[in-house]
């Protein structure tokens, strides 16, 4: 769907990426990196109301970039020996790092919205498997699902004792505000930032976690060293979702 809000985020990111292709051509200094694609870079594109979200070589977001810095720097392990469901993998760079793994499932309620080989259909709201994945990753997924505290048992059902989920959603200082997809698109946009989103997360998502079951940890990128952060222009936070029982991981 075509609304205002798209086509103003879309300019704002072909203006600036523009920009720095241009700069790129002119010799400009590359001060900056990105740990989704190892590059070093002139900056950072607009999308939004972010002033620096997309790596101008690989396009990755901050929440991608996050990831993949986590995963370098041992603070997140990636179970290779084990099995992950990807769900929504627009990541290429967290694709190719997932697809290591002895089992892994790229899904999507469309599969063929993307171009990822051996892509699964998976409703979070009828997955039914039980202690099947070491690990489950859905990035600005748990927005998108009518009920997310069923989508949450499921998940939960689907690890393995010691599993772990890892979750990353839009985020706003106030509380979560529900609604449902009987609420008109231009209204969802305007309520919760994108026509088809049913709901717009606050801090509070992490007591939706805890009641589910799961033990949680939150990894904000304000945490991180300010010298990394601002060369690699890292945001967001990651709901670091363990499900108890098993071998506890680093």
Same mark, same amino acid.
């Given at each position: 769907?075509?609304?205002?809000?798209?086509?103003?985020?879309?300019?704002?990111?072909?203006?600036?990426?523009?920009?720095?292709?241009?700069?790129?051509?002119? &010799?400009?200094?590359?001060?900056? %990196? /990105? #740990?989704? !694609? +190892? $590059?070093?870079?002139?900056?950072?594109?607009?999308? &939004?109301?972010?002033?620096?979200? %997309? /790596? #101008?070589? !690989? +396009? $990755?977001?901050?929440?991608?970039?996050?990831?993949?810095?986590?995963?370098?720097?041992?603070?997140?392990?990636?179970?290779?020996?084990?099995?992950?469901?990807?769900?929504?993998?627009?990541?290429?760079?967290?694709?190719?790092?997932?697809?290591?793994?002895?089992?892994?499932?790229?899904?999507?309620?469309?599969?063929?919205?993307?171009?990822?080989?051996?892509?699964?259909?998976?409703?979070?709201?009828?997955?039914?498997?039980?202690?099947?994945?070491?690990?489950?990753?859905?990035?600005?997924?748990?927005?998108?699902?009518?009920?997310?505290?069923?989508?949450?048992?499921?998940?939960?059902?689907?690890?393995?004792?010691?599993?772990?989920?890892?979750?990353?959603?839009?985020?706003?200082?106030?509380?979560?505000?529900?609604?449902?997809?009987?609420?008109?698109?231009?209204?969802?946009?305007?309520?919760?930032?994108?026509?088809?989103?049913?709901?717009?997360?606050?801090?509070?998502?992490?007591?939706?976690?805890?009641?589910?079951?799961?033990?949680?940890?939150?990894?904000?990128?304000?945490?991180?060293?300010?010298?990394?952060?601002?060369?690699?222009?890292?945001?967001?936070?990651?709901?670091?979702?363990?499900?108890?029982?098993?071998?506890?991981?680093?």
């Amino acid at each position: 769907m075509i609304t205002v809000q798209r086509v103003a985020k879309a300019v704002g990111k072909h203006l600036t990426r523009t920009s720095l292709q241009a700069r790129k051509a002119l &010799g400009a200094r590359r001060k900056r %990196g /990105c #740990p989704a !694609c +190892g $590059a070093t870079v002139v900056g950072f594109f607009r999308y &939004g109301d972010n002033g620096e979200w %997309g /790596c #101008p070589e !690989c +396009g $990755a977001s901050p929440r991608e970039r996050l990831m993949n810095w986590l995963i370098a720097n041992g603070r997140l392990a990636v179970p290779v020996e084990g099995a992950i469901l990807h769900m929504a993998p627009n990541e290429a760079s967290l694709v190719r790092r997932f697809s290591a793994a002895t089992y892994y499932m790229p899904a999507d309620l469309d599969p063929s919205r993307y171009t990822v080989p051996n892509m699964a259909r998976v409703d979070l709201m009828e997955l039914a498997v039980t202690d099947r994945y070491d690990l489950f990753y859905a990035s600005h997924v748990m927005e998108h699902v009518p009920d997310d505290m069923a989508v949450l048992r499921n998940i939960y059902r689907a690890l393995k004792p010691g599993g772990e989920a890892w979750l990353i959603v839009p985020l706003w200082a106030k509380a979560t505000e529900d609604g449902s997809f009987d609420i008109p698109p231009r209204e969802r946009e305007r309520r919760f930032g994108q026509w088809d989103h049913v709901r717009q997360y606050g801090p509070d998502f992490a007591d939706r976690i805890r009641a589910a079951g799961f033990d949680l940890e939150e990894i904000d990128a304000s945490s991180i060293d300010v010298a990394a952060r601002h060369y690699y222009a890292l945001d967001d936070r990651l709901f670091r979702a363990r499900k108890p029982g098993g071998a506890a991981t680093r």
